[in-house]
């Protein structure tokens, strides 16, 4: 076995901001070069329950951002199809939500995702009645990218492979 315990999986989302923008290959190599590979992926426009399940049920976003902020951001979700990858690495789950930055592209540090390719802030998001655009969506915590990947994919969906890179890292 190759694996050893801190090697986790973790789930990213890539929003209808980043399909609609066509910036689908530049984001996914941002996660790829550093080391991180893909497990699993799909293109897909989920329902707006599917959506309830995964920012409420799973994401306790009306208790922590408030019921405007949910609605706003399940009509964003639905806006076009989004690709759902996950990606498979040395505690992946925290190293990809430090890719990817805070919440609000005008607060994420340069060289995050979220500033790299966005310039917005809540206040602007809220006037104009969208969630905020801030292109990926990636698990919160351990127990979170669990839940996720659990309700996104089934097993048989998942690939264990061992990429050639791994060669140098044992
Ligand atoms: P996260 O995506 O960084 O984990 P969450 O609090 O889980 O942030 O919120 C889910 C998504 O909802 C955010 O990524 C963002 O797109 C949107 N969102 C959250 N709070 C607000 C807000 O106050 N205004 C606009 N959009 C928001
Ligand atoms: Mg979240």
Known sequence: MWKMAKIQRTLVVLKPDS???????EIISRFERTGLHIAAMKMLQPSKDFFYYHYETIGTMISRRGEKAFNRQLNTMMKMPV???????????EYVRKLVGST???????GTIRWDYAHMSFDYADEVDIGVPNLVHASGSVEEAEKEIAHRFKKEEIFDYKPLHHAFTR
Do not use: D, L, Q, T
């Not at 609000?104 to 340069?110: F, G, I, S, V």
């Open 104 to 110: 609000e592209p005008k607060a994420a540090a340069p």
């Open 83 to 93: 690709i759902a990858i996950i990606f498979e690495w040395v505690e992946a789950v």
């Open 19 to 25: 399909v609609g923008r066509s910036i689908v290959g």
